[in-house]
């Protein structure tokens, strides 16, 4: 059974930046594509970017130039990191994994993290 794990600070001060990890459980970073997605308060889904079986990174035009995706094949687990966050990257963060290849077809998700950026 695949489960996914989102971990990290629920609090990220403005102009830092946001750290998050997902461990895969059940299933191998190698064999499909992971993605992370958000949902800001009252607002639908968002895709931030993805991470391949190759291990290249995707990201979505809005957040490419304040994001890197990584992997580590050792520990199962990608990473996210946003930098120089302001108050409108406050959202519920989700890891999901992809079946169908970077066509958003999700078929498991992790719980979410609440993020928050405040002073």
């Known amino acids: 059974q695949v489960q996914l794990q989102e971990s990290g600070p629920g609090l990220v001060k403005p102009s830092q930046t946001l750290s998050l990890t997902c461990t895969i459980s059940?299933?191998?970073?190698?064999?499909?594509?992971y993605y992370w997605i958000r949902q800001p308060p009252g607002k639908g889904l968002e895709w931030i970017g993805c991470?391949?079986?190759?291990?290249?990174?995707r990201y979505s035009p809005s957040v490419k130039s304040r994001t890197s995706i990584s992997r580590d094949t050792s520990k199962n687990q990608f990473t996210l990191q946003l930098i120089s966050v302001t108050p409108e990257d406050t959202a519920v963060y989700y890891c999901?994994?992809?079946?169908?290849?970077?066509?958003?077809?999700?078929?498991?998700w992790g719980q979410g993290t609440q993020v928050t950026v405040s002073s």
């Open positions: 991470i391949t079986f190759s291990g290249s990174a």
């Open positions: 999901a994994r992809d079946r169908t290849g970077g066509t958003f077809g999700f078929d498991h």
């Open positions: 059940g299933g191998s970073i190698t064999t499909n594509y």
